[in-house]
């Protein structure tokens, strides 16, 4: 199956989660890029995690390994944006969609943290459950 594939075939809230996810750190590059360093790099980690994620599938398919491609990503730039928080106004729509991107990302991060530890650990199972 192909990754599209195996996602769809997954319950509805996670479909529905990766869709936001995906949606919020795309919105970086339609809304905001022009204007805000921050979303240029949320935009660079994305453009960077869609090669690295279809690489990860390719070699291992559908596992929890796949959490990888964000731990290495999505960290590095959840701890840029927490150092530029001060400068972030929350009441501008940038602000309220730079706190929704951190926390949805953070998030996943947790959850990926954790499909990756129990992937070591052994459990390569499906993505999530």
Known sequence: MTFHQHLMSQPTWVVIWVFWLVFLNIASAAVFAWR???A????AAMLANMPFMNLLF???DYTRILGLSHIILWTPLLIYLWQRRQKIQLKTPFGIYIHALFISNFISLIIDYIDVIRYLLGDIGIVGS
């Open 36 to 38: 805000h360093v921050e």
């Open 40 to 43: 240029r790099w949320v935009l």
């Open 58 to 60: 390719s070699y291992f």
